[in-house]
């Protein structure tokens, strides 16, 4: 009688420790690819559309139709203007300004939409590391009463919602990424103002897929 009520715990323990540690596997294996870019003045982070989970982030309402996102947060002011501008530029860096999270859809195959940027790092990332990328983002939004405060919108595709923080010398869209990444368990500088010192330490973990200079 005893051997009949044992066997059934046994069994179900040895089974129930095989389908955590595939569970495990799978959570920790790099299944997922994420890029770091930088195109003329501003970084940003890439990321397939289709790894992302529609009901968890709702920023992805605005974006169900592309198959890559495109995150960049900067200077509210600056970030939004089509073309360079020498005041708004001095006045980002050098006094604390408000921050807007730039939110691009992209059907382009990445390889195409990469020919527009002069640097590209990927990274190969698990679940877990994945979605704490992703909590970073959707907390760096600014809300009120649960609401995104949509700034701007052009084409359709690319939207800037206002930010939390502030932009300055010393916190630019390269800290914003170093940290993004270093609370992804990433061991990165997360003080990193300038672009050569973010892909310096994205390096260690990933591969720079493209690099040129556009004249």
Known sequence: MYNIVIFPIIF?????????????????????????????????????????????????????????ID???????????????LYLGARAILTPTSSTLRVEGINLPKELFFEYSELVAKLSVNKNQLEKILDFIEDTFYKVDGD??????????????KAKGYYHLFNTCNTWLAKCLSQAGFDIETNIILTEQLFSEIIKYGEIIKQNHKE
């Not at 129930?16 to 501003?42: A, L, M, V």
């Not at 995150?71 to 970030?79: A, I, P, T």
């Open 12 to 68: 179900f323990f040895f089974n129930t420790s095989n389908f955590n540690e595939k569970f495990n596997n799978h959570t920790q294996r790099n299944d997922f690819e994420i890029f770091i870019i930088k195109q003329y003045w501003h970084t940003a982070i890439v990321i397939h559309s289709g790894d992302i989970d529609k009901n968890k982030y709702r920023f992805m309402k605005y974006f169900d139709k592309y198959n890559l």
């Open 71 to 85: 995150f960049g947060w900067g200077d509210e002011l600056f970030y939004q203007h089509p073309d360079f501008d």
């Open 148 to 161: 995104y405060i949509l700034l701007n919108s052009v084409a359709d595709k690319i939207f800037f919602f």
